[in-house]
């Protein structure tokens, strides 16, 4: 908390840009402005909680939406955590959880609970928008490029520009079928121009948001890393290359963003 209020006081991104000739920043979506998993995993307990009624034993509802929920996130976690529609992740959950025989009953227990998903807008993290004002007042060019549906990554993005004031906010929109890898994190590098050397990435994927950006020719990067992950072998490869990797633990560490927070 004392750290916090000291933190308050004096951001120093403006500067941190400036020294570095960073004419511009680019900011993966989901799980690093959006809170996006997190609504998720709720949604998913959600159905977990009807799954329970269609189980015969004694266990708790609570248990049985818990067990469903890990072997739903299980399979996806296997997969490489790609970006996964979440009616499509629930129905196999379903048919995992209960077994083949309950893939007639799963249209009855989603039922209309997963239709609007997609048209909500999920929460933003505490610290985004302080974040995100912090860098677009450091006058450097700022975009975001989800993976993610056009439409959805388009109510999040103006949500958040009506957020920071009603401001117009350049995006692209990677399909959920696609790669984010070099090529498209280069077509979101065309909506800030300037050399890639001096555009930053922030992102929370190491996979897709940070070694394609790299690999693009980004040498400043952002690893959001919330959860507190081990660091991946890969990112001191990439650190011995010449990269320059920060990690935060929150979006709103991006404002005192130094050398400190380097892996
Ligand atoms: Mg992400």
Redesign the pocket.
């Known amino acids: 908390m004392d750290i916090e209020l000291e933190k308050d006081s004096a951001p120093n991104i403006e500067q941190f840009l400036k020294e570095r000739n960073i004419e511009a920043v680019v900011f ?5 402005v959006f809170a996006t998993g997190e609504g998720f995993v709720e949604d998913v307990m959600k159905i977990g909680f009807k799954v329970a009624k269609y189980v015969n034993n004694d266990k708790s509802p609570e248990v049985i939406a818990q067990e469903y929920s890990d072997m739903t996130f299980g399979t996806y976690v296997r997969r490489g955590s790609k970006p996964t529609l979440i009616d499509a992740l629930c129905k196999e959950g379903i048919i995992k959880y209960l077994g083949e025989e309950a893939e007639c009953l799963v249209d009855e227990i989603i039922g209309d609970d997963l239709k609007d998903f997609y048209k909500k807008v999920p929460m933003l993290y505490k610290n985004s928008v302080l974040a995100i004002r912090s860098v677009l007042q450091s006058k450097v060019n700022v975009a975001f490029h989800s ?1 993610a549906q056009e439409d959805w990554t388009k109510r999040k993005i103006s949500f958040l520009g009506n957020e920071l004031g009603g401001i117009n906010l350049p995006f692209l929109a990677t399909s959920i079928d696609e790669i984010k890898d070099r090529e498209s994190w280069m077509r979101s590098f065309a909506l800030v121009g300037g050399y890639v050397k001096n555009i930053m990435v922030v ?3 190491v996979e ?2 940070l070694v394609p950006a790299m690999e693009a020719g980004c040498e400043y990067v952002v690893w959001l890393n919330g959860k507190d992950r081990p660091i991946p072998e890969i990112l001191y490869e990439y650190k011995k290359k010449g990269k320059f990797i920060y990690m935060i633990k929150d979006i709103g560490d991006l404002r005192y963003l130094s050398d400190d927070y380097l892996i």
């Open positions: 993966d979506v989901d799980n690093t993976h992102g929370d994927g897709f948001d």
